[in-house]
RNA sequence: GACCCCUUCGUCUAUCGGUUAGGACUCAAGAUUUUCAUUCUUGCAAGAGGGGUUCGACUCCCCUAGGGGUCGCCA
């Protein structure tokens, strides 16, 4: 049996887009599964939309959510190299095979008479296809143009009657007619392949198993068929994905949503809600679960079980999908996700003990990493009341509580949380004050709000010494 | 417009001819909690429409409608 062998081939256009991030996630788990190889190709042959540092970008973010690339740019592999730039000369001698067994043609066509063309065929109602003028040309014709330094394209000739059939591993058999298909291009005027020669010529070479890729690709597939079989090469299985959707079913775009990958994990959302989310986005196992670690999802996952149609990218899904993570990783893990937000918070988490308590407290009441920071604040910072509730701590009630508690405070130095939680009690008693008029006030001293954590954990947090101060300052 | 793909709660989905059509998110109510949050319980909510096939269709077939994708010297 022939070793299952997938890549995924972004183009180094900018970051990694959530669409692009699903594919690649299928694309891994479907190498795991089947023990294959996980393989990056940089689809370069675009060269006006090169964007820098996109390559490394892509790298990264793929690492950073523990998509491990089996061959790749980066770490080369027997069927290098893996950007399509640097395989200029393959792509050259396949376009020349092409060419010289008729199945290709050159063409001398300027954009502008090709405009002009589509214009007119659209005008008439006509398919919008390439009318092979060029392929009327003479071979003499042809080479002087050619001698002549004639800028010029090569296009595929596609059959004139055929019926394409081909197997969707999740759509089954498609059917299309060879007369709706263009005589595409495979080689540009600047000499770079087009994707459709590039990528065939690529996933023969690098053995590629399964070409899993978006359903955007579904309609030129005919083509890259045609390629396979022109060249005299056995055709990879097909999986075409469905696709991501924007909010109105339309293909998710960066006009309506954020689609940059990078943006997700720096807002705060953890790599393992990210992935756990998209790997639901169009599968889902007959049980009924929702949390799945990557491991867990290398051994579940089946293309078989991949939806059909699209599914629309719902943020709220994703919101509470990332509350489960913070709450259910290990304190650690979640300090150290933290970390980067507090380091540009500049507040002073040196007390490693202190920061892993308030994060434990904080993590059952936020859904994006950086509002810990923000929670945290009531314990770091002291923050001066608005009006009312200054009102509220001044009356006399509440000074009374106060009063109480700092005196009671200090007769049990060293407090700790089952000590605290008789002085509430007993403060309770001793007052005959209780429910809203008993912890407002001392909440409002000690954290500077009305709401908040239980007072065991709140003194905990603070510490002797903290409690003691703050209840000082709210006395007058 | 042509071609192709798709169609179960608002959203993500389960169901592979026989179910009170299940789960999750959201929302609502309740319980726990001094409060906030967490957690738990309950509830609201779906087979696009029309024909067949069948004892029986969400499930199979056809038609219609709707949505999406593609139709580039972009991928």
Redo the contacts with the bound molecule.
């Keep these: 049996m022939k070793e299952t062998r997938v890549r995924f081939?972004?183009?180094p256009?900018g970051y990694l887009h959530i669409g692009g991030l699903r594919t690649a996630l299928y694309d891994f788990l479907f190498a795991k599964k089947y023990n294959g190889k996980f393989v990056l190709r940089i689809?370069?042959?675009?060269r006006?939309?090169l964007v820098e540092g996109a390559v490394e970008n892509l790298i990264s973010s793929l690492t950073q959510l523990d998509l491990i690339i089996d061959e790749g740019p980066h770490t080369g592999g027997e069927y290098g190299p893996y950007v399509q730039s640097e395989r200029l000369e393959l792509y050259h001698q396949h376009a020349d095979l092409l060419l010289k067994s008729g199945h290709a043609y050159h063409?001398?066509?300027?954009?502008e008479t090709?405009d002009t063309m589509?214009l007119g065929q659209q005008e008439r109602?006509e398919?919008?296809?390439?009318d092979r003028r060029c392929l009327q040309l003479s071979a003499a014709e042809v080479s002087a143009k050619l001698a002549a330094n004639e800028?010029?394209?090569i296009r595929l000739k596609m059959p004139d009657e055929h019926k394409f059939r081909f197997d969707?591993l999740?759509?089954?058999?498609?059917?299309?007619?060879a007369a709706?298909s263009?005589d595409?291009?495979i080689v540009?005027?600047?000499g770079?392949?087009?994707?459709?020669l590039?990528?065939v010529v690529d996933d023969h070479f690098m053995q590629i198993s399964h070409v899993i890729r978006?359903?955007?690709?579904?309609?030129?597939t005919p083509k890259h068929i045609w390629l396979y079989q022109c060249l005299g090469w056995e055709a990879p299985i097909w999986i075409?994905l469905?696709?991501i959707?924007n909010?109105?079913?339309?293909?998710l775009?960066k006009r309506m949503n954020d689609v940059s990958v990078e943006s997700y994990i720096q807002k705060g959302y953890l790599k393992e809600a990210l992935i756990n989310f998209i790997a639901?986005?169009?599968?889902?196992?007959?049980?009924?679960?929702?949390i799945y670690t990557l491991e867990e999802l290398c051994q579940e996952f089946s293309i078989e079980?991949v939806?059909?149609?699209?599914?629309?990218?719902?943020l709220?899904?994703l919101?509470?999908?990332n509350?489960?993570y913070i709450?259910s990783l290990p304190l650690d893990t979640i300090a150290e996700r933290c970390h980067p937000y507090f380091e540009s918070s500049g507040i002073d988490t040196s007390d490693h003990v202190k920061l892993l308590k308030i994060i434990d407290?904080a993590r059952?009441?936020?859904t994006l990493l950086p509002e810990i920071v923000e929670y945290s604040k009531i314990f770091y910072l002291t923050k001066d009341l608005d009006a009312a509730d200054q009102d509220i701590l001044d009356n006399e009630i509440s000074q009374t509580v106060l009063k109480w508690f700092l005196e009671s405070v200090q007769a049990n130095l060293p407090l700790d949380r089952d000590k605290v939680h008789k002085l509430?009690s007993d403060g309770m008693a001793a007052l005959q004050i209780?429910?809203?008029n008993?912890?407002?006030p001392l909440?409002l001293a000690l954290i500077g709000q009305?709401?908040?954590?239980?007072?065991?954990a709140?003194f905990d947090i603070l510490g002797d010494a903290e409690v003691i101060l703050r209840l000082g300052r709210a006395i007058r």
């Excluded at 978006?214 to 030129?220: F, R, T, V, Y």
């Excluded at 639901?280 to 929702?290: K, P």
């Design positions: 081939a972004p183009s256009t689809e370069d042959t675009d006006n939309r063409c001398f066509c300027s954009s090709l589509r109602k398919f919008v296809k390439y800028t010029h394209v969707d999740i759509r089954g058999t498609v059917e299309m007619d709706q263009d595409q291009v540009k005027s600047d770079f392949p087009t994707y459709h590039a990528a978006g359903e955007e690709w579904l309609s030129s075409h469905p696709l959707l909010t109105d079913r339309s293909k775009s639901l986005l169009g599968w889902h196992a007959s049980e009924d679960r929702e079980r939806s059909k149609s699209g599914a629309v990218f719902d709220t899904k919101d509470w999908m509350g489960q709450r407290i059952e009441r936020i509430v209780k429910g809203k008993y912890y407002t909440r009305a709401h908040g954590p239980d007072m065991p709140t």
